[in-house]
């Protein structure tokens, strides 16, 4: 039988764990584009949407706050940021360098397994883009690279592609409509699933570098529509 010592332990210790499991809940909704830029968040919504009190939702919101994925607009309400176009830009530049090797590293890691999750994956976004149910596309886009990524073997460097995402997941949100129109993210995955199949790391890398760069034209091309709206006479 556990000492009355032993339960205060477990008890003490059981509100940071609830508060762990919602900061990753909203944390994966963040990097999964789950919110917009812009989007305001409240300490009690985000408390219903999650079943849990107020206090673990508020502890969530500060640590996120503190590591710049939101931004406080009043004393419970927070706001999705918009990205400035100096920070999209390094960004953009630390995940083509890091992304980029972690996709190279993946080749020689990747079974037939692997591949075949892929091709299932990408059938599941096409089939979103197709009924313009871009939420989902998102959803399904970040299990797509972060397969690919964990090939890889590489702990912290994931990890640190996973705060890059972070950051920038909400402004994928930009790259609708036009993404899936023109189909620039599915022909760059399908580059990285035939990169992967010859085993041939460069031009796996090459696949992704791609699909970044092909998704910063168009979030910096919003994000400058966005800062010409603002600067308009009311």
Not at 27 to 49: N, Q
Not at 69 to 97: C, W
Request: proline fraction near 4%; aromatic fraction near 6%; charge should be negative.
């Amino acid at each position: 039988m556990a000492s009355s010592t032993q339960l205060v332990i477990e008890d003490d210790r059981q509100p940071a764990r609830l508060g762990d499991r919602v900061y990753q809940q909203i944390k994966e909704k963040l990097i999964r584009g789950a919110y917009e830029p812009g989007d305001k968040l409240t300490v009690r919504g985000l408390a219903e949407d999650l079943r849990v009190s107020s206090t673990p939702a508020r502890d969530a919101i500060n640590r996120l706050a503190l590591e710049g994925a939101l931004v406080y607009a009043g004393p419970k309400t927070v706001i999705v940021p918009h990205l400035e176009p100096q920070a999209l830009e390094e960004i953009t530049l630390m995940r083509l360098a890091l992304e980029g090797l972690a996709a190279e590293k993946a080749a020689a890691r990747v079974v037939d397994e692997d591949i075949e999750a892929l091709k299932e994956m990408q059938l599941q976004i096409n089939a979103a883009l197709d009924e313009r149910r871009y939420a989902e596309a998102l959803w399904s886009n970040k299990e797509f690279h972060f397969l690919i990524y964990k090939l890889c073997g590489m702990p912290y460097l994931l990890a640190t592609i996973e705060t890059l995402w972070l950051r920038i997941g909400a402004s994928f949100n930009d790259l609708y409509p036009e993404f899936a129109e023109a189909k620039y993210g599915v022909h760059n995955h399908m580059a990285a699933i035939e990169g992967l199949v010859e085993r041939d790391g460069s031009a796996v890398r090459a696949a992704i570098e791609s699909d970044i760069r092909d998704g910063y034209r168009r979030m910096k091309r919003a994000n400058r529509e966005r800062h010409a709206g603002r600067s308009r006479p009311a």
